[in-house]
């Protein structure tokens, strides 16, 4: 951790939750490694700085000392300049939605987490300073425990995905027990989050995805999974769906999706206009 400034390391070193709960809000790092984006374009803009600011928490906010974050498909498209008019006047850009990692302070109001503890999370859609940092900041909402059976690398994968998955299916379609739910595309990072949000709910997967994706999704909970190479999709899948979550939004899985919908039922694209924030 180059030029890292520790204040009251003795502090951090002995996790004394009380005394990162006194209000005091600004300690350990004052500034930070980071990757930077100064202007949009390919990978080659990505900067790795060291003297980067920590910010100061607010009463909600959690400091979490990153162990691993992931590239997420946002992430590369923020860098190319998608979001351009939310994010442009604040360049240069620290990317990245994902975190894992451990609790290094937490804001005057948060109740859920203590320092030390290992946590993972995502920040929102259109926050202005990523996690692509040795500190990140997320609201106390933003965090959950990291389970001990993951790993840091593993449980960084997992949530902007996951959250992704979340909000279509409980927020937008409101699955529940005995629903009937197409995935399109189950091999990727949001499907195969939706076959077991979906499967953990009680409702009947069936699935798309290539031949290598066929155990995995079958494993996370899928009743049937169909090669979209090998198999001719609308012949090999029977019946209506209460729900259509289409992670790959082209125009033959959107049509495919819509035909297999029940009537009054919910289409799901993640490359709708919905999905454009700019
Ligand atoms: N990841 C996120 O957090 C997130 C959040 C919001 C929006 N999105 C958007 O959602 C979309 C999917 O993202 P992702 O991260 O889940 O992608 P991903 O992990 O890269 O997976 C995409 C998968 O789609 C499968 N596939 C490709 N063509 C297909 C087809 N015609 N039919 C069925 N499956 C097909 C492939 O699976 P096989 O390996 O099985 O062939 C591929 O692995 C992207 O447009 C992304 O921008 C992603």
Redo the contacts with the bound molecule.
Sequence with gaps: MQRTLFRRSHAFKTCDHEFFKSGFARFIATSCRAVVLPRFGGPEMLQLRSDVEVPQLKPSEVLVRARAVSV???DT?MRSGYGRSIFEPHLPLILGRDISGEVAAVGTSVRSFSVGQEVFGALHPTAVRGTYADYAVLSEDELAPKPPSLTHVEASAIP??AL?AWRALKSTARITEGHRLLV??G?????LAAIQLAAAARCQVTT???S??IDRVRKAGAEQAVD?ITEDIELAIKGKFDAVLD????PE?ERIGIKFLKRGGHYMT??GRG?ILD
């Design positions: 997420n498909p946002l498209r902007f995905a992704t399109v595309g091999g990727g990072a949001v499907g798309t995805c290539g290598r994706s979209y992670t790959i939004g082209g899985t993640l490359q999905s």
